[in-house]
C-alpha cells in the first residue's frame, strides 16, 4: 500500500548547521505515528518539509504517493496541520476564523466546529487576539481536526493544555484513528505518544535514532514483579528463569525485575499458591530515559 507520508533521504542544512539529515520513514495509512526528540532535534523541520513550506537541501518528500507540487489543493484539503507556534492574532472571533478556514476547505459543518470547542472547552465567541496560549491552541486544534482531514499533522500538540483537555485531545487521536485517518504527532513528551501512538521514531540532533512499534517496545521493557505467595518459596528456582533477574525473598513474598515477557515467571509461581501478583507497567519515558542515558548531558534537554 503506498505510503500516506514518505521521506527520503530528506536533509536541511541552514548555513554550516544540518537541521535534519538523511531521514527516511514511512507512515502507513491508519496508524498514530509519534515522533520524538529533544529541543531542537528537527521534529519541526522534517513536518515543514513534508508540508512544503521550506525546501529541501536534499532527499524527498510524498504525501499520498504524490510530491508536494504536484498534489496541489487537493492534497492540502486532505491535510490537518496543527504547526507548533500558531500565529493568530486578528481582531475576529474564533468562529469567525474557524468559519473562514472552513470554507478555504470546502466546507464544515457548524455543528462539527462547535462540538469540537465545547470538547475542549474553549469560548469562540472571544476574539482570537486576546486569548492565552493554551486557547489559541485549542482553536488550532479544531481547525487542524474540523474537516476530518485524512492526514493529521500535529507539532507538539499538547503544549500549553491542562491534563484534562489533553486527555480530550489524546481522546480525539485515538476517535480519528479509528475512523481510519492517519496521524503524525511531534512531541518531547514521551508517554502521550505512548497512550496514542502506533510506531515511535526518536530523533536526535537531525538523525533518526530508530523506528519502533510501540506494543513491541513495552514488551521488551523491563518491569517490577511482586508475588505473594502462600508459603515461603526458594529464590534459587526464580533466579534461574530466563529474564529474572535481582530476586529478593522476603517472608512469603518475592520480588524481581523482568525482561520480556513474564512466561517462565508465571509458570514457575504457578507451582506454588499464589497470593496476589503486581506487575509494574512499563512506560516509554523509562525505556527511552535508558536510552538517552548513553548520551552527553545535553542533548536531554526537552525530555521528559
Ligand atoms: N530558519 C532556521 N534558521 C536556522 N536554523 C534553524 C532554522 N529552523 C530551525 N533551525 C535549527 O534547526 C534545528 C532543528 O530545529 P527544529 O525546530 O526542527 O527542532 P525541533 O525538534 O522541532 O525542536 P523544538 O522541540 O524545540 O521545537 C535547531 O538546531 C534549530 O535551531
Known amino acids: 500500500m ?14 554550516k548547521h544540518k537541521a535534519l539529515d538523511g531521514l527516511s520513514l514511512s507512515i502507513n495509512q491508519g496508524e498514530v505515528f509519534g515522533y520524538l526528540g529533544p529541543n531542537g532535534a528537527g521534529k519541526t523541520t522534517t513536518i515543514r518539509l513534508m508540508l512544503d513550506l521550506i525546501r529541501p537541501t536534499s532527499g524527498r518528500v510524498e504525501l499520498f504517493g504524490k510530491a508536494p507540487r504536484e498534489g496541489g489543493s487537493d492534497v492540502r484539503r486532505r491535510i490537518g496541520y496543527l504547526p507548533g507556534e500558531l500565529p493568530l492574532a486578528g481582531r475576529g472571533s474564533g468562529l469567525e476564523l474557524l468559519e473562514f478556514l472552513a470554507k478555504v476547505r470546502g466546507g464544515v459543518e457548524k455543528a462539527t466546529i462547535t462540538s469540537l470547542a465545547e470538547r475542549l472547552n474553549v469560548d469562540l465567541k472571544r476574539p482570537v487576539h486576546n486569548l492565552s496560549k493554551g486557547n489559541k491552541q485549542k482553536v488550532g486544534i479544531i481547525q487542524a481536526f474540523m474537516h476530518t482531514p485524512d492526514l493529521l499533522i500535529l507539532d507538539e500538540p499538547t503544549t500549553g493544555l491542562d491534563p484534562l483537555v489533553q486527555q480530550e485531545f489524546l481522546a480525539m487521536v485515538r476517535e480519528a484513528k479509528q475512523n481510519g485517518q492517519t496521524v503524525l504527532m511531534s512531541s518531547h513528551i ?6 496514542v501512538g502506533d510506531r515511535v521514531a526518536i530523533i536526535r540532533s537531525g538523525k533518526l535514532i530508530s523506528v519502533s512499534d510501540v506494543d513491541t517496545l513495552l514488551q521488551q521493557a523491563q518491569r517490577r514483579v511482586e508475588i505473594r505467595f502462600a508459603d515461603p518459596v526458594d529464590p534459587r528456582h526464580f533466579s534461574a528463569l530466563p529474564g529474572v533477574r535481582d530476586v529478593n525473598v522476603q517472608a512469603n513474598t518475592l520480588s524481581c525485575t523482568l525482561d520480556g515477557t513474564a512466561d517462565a515467571l508465571v509458570k514457575t509461581a504457578a507451582q506454588h499458591t499464589v497470593v496476589s501478583l503486581v506487575c509494574e507497567e512499563p512506560d516509554l519515558e523509562e525505556i527511552f530515559l535508558h536510552a538517552y542515558a548513553q548520551e552527553p548531558k545535553e542533548e536531554m534537554h526537552g525530555v521528559r
Open 2 to 15: 503506498t505510503p500516506v507520508a514518505l521521506a527520503e533521504g530528506l536533509s536541511k542544512s541552514y548555513g
Open 190 to 195: 514521551l508517554s502521550e505518544v505512548q497512550h
